[in-house]
């Protein structure tokens, strides 16, 4: 069982850039493939970005791709979003999870943080 703390949250300018990350406990963080989600108050958690295993395929919602992506470094346990460009409708909640039968953009995964905010403002 992997359990996940997220990190890097904060509040940031539009236009500006933060790189969230994850810190994954246990020694088979790299068996799983990892996502990130956000939920911003009033919403469904929605979808952000995946990462395969090994890191060798990633998938992002198209609200964001081309500004965020997503890494993992499975030596050090870790998965990073680097979040360029911000708007204000990106602020949310943040939350990584895991899940072991590979990537999905649907929130069927097994573990989940605890959430890191993130706020853009106008």
């Known amino acids: 069982q992997v359990q996940l703390v997220e990190s890097g949250g904060g509040l940031v300018q539009t236009g500006g850039s933060l790189r969230l990350s994850c810190a994954a406990s246990g020694r088979t963080f790299s068996m799983y493939a990892m996502g990130w989600f956000r939920q911003a108050p009033g919403k469904e958690r929605e979808f952000v970005a995946a990462?395969?295993?090994?890191?060798?395929?990633?998938y992002y919602a198209d609200s964001v791709k081309g500004r965020f992506t997503i890494s993992r470094d499975n030596a050090k346990n870790t998965v990073s979003l680097q979040m360029n460009s911000l708007k204000p409708e990106d602020t949310a909640v943040y939350y990584c999870?895991?899940?072991?039968?590979?990537?999905?953009?649907?929130?069927?995964?097994?573990?989940w943080g605890q959430g890191t905010q993130v706020t853009v403002s106008s």
């Open positions: 999870a895991s899940r072991y039968s590979g990537p999905s953009s649907r929130p069927d995964y097994d573990t």
């Open positions: 990462i395969s295993w090994s890191g060798g395929s990633t």
